[in-house]
């Protein structure tokens, strides 16, 4: 599939590397949008942004002007390598046989030019560097312009036309630092695969499971409650909202269960209207109402993935939803700040066969490091366990028993509780 990247920057960087992207023209469609200033980019992007698939800046300072929009988009920009400010630093010694040790630079790659001399044993002493992202153009050429006329410096180094430009015009020695052909190069195919990565990922097909158990239970005692089929078709109406919101088809499969197909891109650029819906679900009825996500590369095994998520979810709690994607992975639960990631997968042969003799399975495992990890110390009591995944101290006490006797688990402390009792173990899950 032929991708379409947006190419920002200056008038004479734009057209170097649409030059060098003429290689990749069977796969991909440059599109130049030229700036005469920096701080044109936001606005350049945000007028194009549904015109291309991804976007080149010709440098940083564009690159990181735009940054609000990355969520959205993938941006990319060629890095500088020592080889481009060597390359420079030969032509100021050979052609202008200056003082290299006398410069000013302006640069966001300020610690590359001091790693640069250092490993030449350059002395640094005498060397100006400016951050010079955010700043200004004016800001920037005053800065080169005083350190020259102060004779602090003998030549300027910059990585922006319109300074570069402006120091030409006050014929003030001036360097432009550039990428190579082949840090262009290596940005365009880079942004190309991520781009081809993203754009599978966003295809994939979700499903989304919506279940109200207690509806389903009376819908099967009473089927002529014409209260119930009321309150069906509120609940309908803002399932058939978030679908539309989705771009998603939707299918009633009963009283209070219903499925939307849609895509993983869109399900995800929704997540809070998906969180939405499960309020006002909660606003309408009072049974227990549970979401599953599913991802996955073809219908079969997006809708599976949803079953299990669905199952995780109703496990968990009321007015909960958990997420399966295309690798295993379980996510939840959504709605919540505290959310766990685990798999339901495992494939160490050793590690199955420990699970095993615990009596304990690999989601339950791998949610309890899920726990461990988001707690952030290394260490996971009972309590931990119990107040995460919902079940009882005792329960989670004998795992994490059987778990430490098969090797997986190391007691490292204990602790003592606020109230009278005995002391807290202490675990480490995994060794």
Partial sequence: MKAKAGLLGPKDSVQNIMEIAADFQSKLEVIPYIYNEPSESEAIVEQNQHFVDFWICTGYTPYYLTKKYHKQQLFFYPRFNQGSIAIILLNILYKDRKNIERISIDSFFKQQFIDLYQENHIPLGQLHLLHNVGLPSSEIVEYHANLFRTRKVDICITSLRSVYEKLVSMNIPVYRVTATKENIKQTISEGYEKWEK?????????????????????????????DLHRLNLKIQNSVLDFAESVSGSFITTGIGSFLIFS??????RNSQEGNSLLFQIELLTDSK??????????????????????????????????LVDDKGNITGPLHQKKTIGFNYRVTDEELSNKLKKAGVTISTYNKMASVQKNLGKHAITAADISEWLKMTARNARRILTNLEEQGLAKIIGEEVPLTRGRPRKIYRIGT
Avoid: W
Avoid at 209 to 218: A, L, N, P, S
């Fill in 289 to 322: 109402a549970n979401v599953g996500i599913g991802y996955g590369d073809t219908a079969m095994i997006a809708e599976k993935n949803a079953i299990l998520a669905l199952e995780h979810a109703e496990a968990y709690g009321t007015y909960t939803g958990f």
């Fill in 263 to 268: 895509t993983r891109g869109s399900i995800e």
């Fill in 198 to 226: 993203f754009h599978f990922r966003n295809s994939q097909i979700a499903v989304m499971m919506i279940k109200i158990g207690e509806m389903m239970d009376t819908a099967a005692k009473d089927s002529i409650s014409y």
